[in-house]
């Protein structure tokens, strides 16, 4: 029995690749998570940004408690069974009026993941909206690998300026339009992407990534994932720690650690040349 979904809903995200909106947070929760990310921003004196934004759960403890909600973790459960490694908490915040935008892509080419198990929880925190540049999706994408190149253009939010070179039909697109504290869910091959936020509010979202421990990371000699549901029998990624506070000094060394390997595989050109700087932020 689904814990969370339906089975017509399970039937539709294995169908077109994704589903949404699913209620995850009241409008109140959500507006406090919102408040706890604006609040940090203020007091470090920027928004996140650089690294900051992947795997947060190992910088602030309000996202390694987000990465356990149990509302989201029973959509999950009824998409990839009872075990579940959380691989990474990504932060993409558009600010009002700004050019920044997501091209179509897939991110089973680039992660290194070996499983098309793998599921993004995307929950916004604020609207998601045609205007605000929500995500769109090519249905039944899923089901095809499609050619890429890597553009590396400023403006583009994924790491490479991954972009698919052709099988995109605008026409097809389905806007994934959200409220605050709902979620939609993607699978790791769909076709994706988002424009610019043409709104006078931010476009704030978190994918939550999620996969079965089953799972191995192709590109890397190691990798790391916190286990957040049920059990982990096969041991392929070290288990991230959950810190005690904010910048808790044994889980920054772990983030600094984990995003260096991480950044080594994702920022590269077909070629193997390292693409983009990395720094770590710290408080
Ligand atoms: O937030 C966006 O606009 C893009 C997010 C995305 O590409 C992802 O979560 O895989």
């Not at 499983?115 to 039944?140: D, F, H, K, N, Y």
């Not at 990624?237 to 991480?262: A, Y």
Request: net charge negative; glycine share 6%.
């Amino acid at each position: 029995m689904p814990r969370r979904l339906t089975e017509a809903q399970v039937a539709q995200y294995r169908r077109d690749g994704f589903y949404f909106p699913v209620p995850v947070f009241s409008p109140e929760e959500a507006l406090d998570l919102r408040k706890r990310l604006e609040t940090f921003e203020s007091g470090q004196g920027h928004v996140l940004q650089g690294t900051q934004r992947l795997k947060t759960n190992l910088l602030l403890p309000w996202v390694d408690r987000l990465i356990r909600t149990p509302q989201i973790l029973d959509a999950v459960e009824d998409l990839i069974g009872p075990d579940i490694l959380c691989w990474s908490a990504q932060f993409w915040t558009k600010e009002p009026k700004t050019v920044d935008y997501v091209s179509w892509h897939q991110d089973h080419q680039y992660w290194g993941l070996d499983s098309a198990e793998v599921v993004t929880a995307w929950i916004a925190l604020s609207p998601a909206t045609i205007e605000s540049g929500c995500m769109r999706m090519q249905p039944g994408s899923h089901l095809v690998q499609l050619p890429h190149r890597d553009l590396f253009e400023k403006t583009n939010m994924l790491s490479r300026g991954q972009t698919i070179t052709e099988g995109i039909d605008e026409a097809r697109a389905v806007n994934v339009i959200l409220a605050p504290g709902e979620m939609s869910l993607h699978q790791v091959r769909i076709a994706h992407a988002s424009t610019s936020n043409r709104s006078d509010d931010r476009r704030i979202g978190i994918s939550i990534r999620y996969m079965p421990p089953q799972t191995r990371q192709q590109l890397a000699e190691w990798d790391s994932a916190a286990l957040v549901r049920g059990e982990d029998r096969y041991g392929h990624f070290v288990h991230e720690p959950s810190p005690e506070r904010e910048f808790d000094p044994p889980c920054v060394e772990f983030h600094r650690k984990t995003l260096t390997n991480l950044v080594s595989f994702l920022y590269k050109d077909a070629a193997g040349e390292q693409k983009a700087e990395y720094r770590v932020e710290e408080a």
